[in-house]
């Protein structure tokens, strides 16, 4: 059974940093690209971050571009969310993802091409 199972949430203050990990298991992803998506109470969710196979392409939603640095250890099967500069606004349930495609070299925004999910982890930032 495949799972992406989210860790490293919690409530912080506007300010604070945390890092998210996310540990794959059933199956290796050391050869898929892998996201992070996020998703607020009444909002749709939305992409923060995404990588390649190897880690050497990254993107970023503009508003955590220099807050947020997605990495990844392909030898632990695992990948990392870390967030710096917290604000309020970034309270949301994270979520995991991975995408099916082999040694692609770009990095997926679109949360429809991903086919693997976690179950999420809940970030609440305290002004």
């Known amino acids: 059974q495949v799972q992406l199972v989210e860790s490293g949430g919690g409530l912080v203050q506007a300010g604070d940093s945390l890092r998210l990990s996310c540990a794959a298991s059933?199956?290796?992803?050391?050869?898929?690209?892998m996201g992070w998506f996020r998703q607020a109470p009444g909002k749709e969710r939305e992409f923060v971050a995404a990588?390649?196979?190897?880690?050497?392409?990254?993107s970023y939603t503009d508003s955590v571009k220099g807050r947020f640095t997605i990495s990844r250890d392909n030898a632990k099967n695992s990948v990392y969310l870390q967030m710096n500069s917290l604000s309020p606004e970034d309270t949301a349930v994270y979520y995991c993802?991975?995408?099916?495609?082999?040694?692609?070299?770009?990095?997926?925004?679109?949360?429809?091409?991903?086919?693997?999910w976690g179950q999420g982890t809940q970030v609440t930032v305290s002004s």
């Open positions: 993802a991975a995408n099916s495609q082999l040694y692609a070299s770009g990095t997926y925004r679109r949360k429809d091409l991903y086919d693997y």
């Open positions: 059933g199956r290796t992803f050391s050869r898929n690209g």
């Open positions: 990588i390649n196979w190897s880690g050497g392409s990254t």
